[in-house]
């Protein structure tokens, strides 16, 4: 690659030049202060040259053109090639380039660099990640030619819109407090009209930083409006407002230098996010609806006040009756009586764990909260499950009848059971229909549940106030029952917690503690039907 010999080659596909001149100060940026690179700068290029993109219309990343070729550092700089793709926006590149060396007007290369780290108006460091074919490029110098511009005088030329421009040498010199002397030689450009003269801007030192700095699109000539300065909060505001006139000021300010990206992984082996990222609490997760007891609310209940309770009943057929009596002092009708003792003992479930000290010196209370919401629903669950034994265990088996066309078999078996509970002179309350059963009766239209219940039941008003029908394990069975036919006894508020500090161990020992018992009071008033 050749210093100062700006080429593009439309047959082989090719565009380069010089992309980064040294001991020249840069064009105004829109967010940064002119900077000059020297060839101590640091400056650093691809290793491998095709991860670096040519872009088109001044750095607008929606404008891909090309990749990296060749990068080099010479004396004059960095010089860039660049292979244009094989796409129409790639030819018309090339024509365009091609029409610029007919006219003798140079297309601008302007880089793009990250990293960059400067002290004053001097660069210390940065990488070249691409470049962009500009209106106005970053370095005046950095342009495209034809091979054959190497034989004009390049130290003036005339650009696209018909300026004259003359590259001058600007000299300063600096003495520091220990008497050091230092010169430094810029090149600029100023414009030879006949009123004018552009100088290089001045700017004051500054401290080491890392800063990013864009290509501004400047027409020599034209008159500046009165209006606020482009800014990174005026172009995200004009984004925000999707407003395309605020836009078009900021069409021509592409990216001279990308900004370093803090990336979340870091550049060490701890990442930066588990660094600095805080954690959200949140809690414990949903998994199933709290659960409420289905079995249970259909029966009688009661209070278990003892361990073992104690009661009677007239023993089946043995209790007193009445028959036709004549009178006229004849004896009164009497049967055979009897009773029977009932003895009832409580059955117990408990659960308990050692919790960690830390749950209670640190009032972690959620987690106590939900190991107790979780021990009372077990309960719950668990005495639900021993009513539906002890309903199971006590049924008696009816016979079922049949079962008229297009009425479900679930629902016939709810009526059988039904009229077997109403012949012990009881009303039915419930019926438990086993899943697949249930099913069965949901599929059937709800008008004819209703008319073949009320009138089936053979009850005042049909289905009865109060009646209901549940799913449950009932292995394939249907019962139907009278609610005072069974009752379920349960010691108070249950289950009961008790706690108990273990500092040896330096925890709590954390438990719950239910109690209850069941007892059939008519088992002809719960009825077992297996459907036919």
Do not use: C
């Amino acid at each position: 690659m050749t210093n100062h010999l700006f080429a593009v080659d439309t047959e082989a596909r090719t565009i380069e030049g010089l992309l980064v001149p040294f001991n020249e100060l840069s064009r105004p940026s829109i967010t940064t202060e002119p900077v000059m690179f020297t060839a101590a700068s640091g400056l650093t290029v691809p290793t491998d040259p095709t991860v670096a993109t040519l872009y088109d219309n001044d750095h607008d990343r929606f404008e891909p053109r090309g990749r990296g070729v060749e990068f080099a550092t010479t004396s004059a700089g960095v010089t860039a090639k660049f292979s244009v793709a094989r796409t129409a926006e790639g030819d018309a590149l090339l024509s365009r380039a091609a029409k610029a060396k007919a006219d003798g007007v140079p297309l601008r290369l302007s880089a793009e660099i990250k990293g960059l780290v400067r002290k004053g108006r001097e660069a210390i460091a940065g990488a070249i990640t691409g470049a962009s074919i500009a209106s106005e490029g970053a370095f005046a110098s950095a342009a495209l030619f034809s091979a054959e511009t190497s034989e004009h005088d390049e130290s003036r030329y005339t650009d696209e819109h018909g300026v004259t421009w003359q590259r001058v040498r600007d000299t300063e010199t600096v003495t520091d407090d220990d008497g050091t002397t230092t010169t430094t030689t810029t090149v600029v450009e100023s414009t030879t009209t006949d009123t004018t003269t552009a100088e290089a801007p001045e700017a004051e030192p500054q401290e080491e930083e890392t800063a990013l700095m864009s290509a501004t699109t400047i027409v020599p000539g034209q008159v500046q409006q009165d209006r606020p300065a482009p800014s990174l909060n005026g172009l995200f505001s004009a984004i925000a407002r999707q407003d395309p006139e605020a836009l078009r000021e900021y069409r021509g300010a592409g990216e001279l230098f990308a900004l370093a990206q803090v990336q979340h992984s870091g550049p060490t082996t701890v990442t930066i996010g588990a660094d600095t990222q805080q954690s959200g609490y949140l809690g414990e997760l949903w998994t199933r609806a709290p659960f409420n007891r289905r079995i249970v609310p259909l029966l009688q209940t009661a209070a278990l006040t003892s361990w073992n309770m104690k009661g009677w009943r007239w023993v089946a057929g043995k209790t007193p009756t009445v028959s036709d009596y004549n009178g006229n002092a004849e004896e009164v009708p009497s049967n055979p009586v009897d009773t029977e003792p009932v003895d009832v003992n409580a059955s117990r479930l408990a659960g308990g764990h050692r919790l960690d000290r830390r749950y209670t010196d640190f009032n972690d209370q959620e987690v106590v909260a939900s190991y107790l919401v979780n021990q009372t629903e077990d309960y719950k669950r668990k005495t639900d499950g021993k009513a539906l034994t002890a309903v199971l265990a006590a049924a008696t088996t009816t016979a079922p009848g049949a079962v008229p066309a297009g009425i479900s078999k679930g629902l016939a078996a709810i009526v059988d059971g039904a009229l077997g509970v109403i012949a012990t002179e009881n009303a039915p309350s419930y019926a438990l229909v086993d899943p697949a059963l249930w099913r069965d009766i949901l599929l059937t239209p709800k008008d004819d549940i209703l008319a073949y219940l009320e009138t089936g039941f053979g009850f005042e008003q049909g289905t009865g106030p109060g009646f209901t029908i549940r799913p449950a394990a009932t292995s394939g069975k249907v019962i139907v029952g009278a609610k005072e036919a069974l009752t379920f006894y349960e010691l108070g508020e249950t289950p009961i917690r008790v706690d108990g500090i273990v500092p040896g161990n330096g925890a709590t020992d954390v438990a719950v503690f239910g109690y209850w018992a069941t007892l059939a009071n008519n088992a002809a008033a719960i009825r077992s039907v297996t459907p036919a």
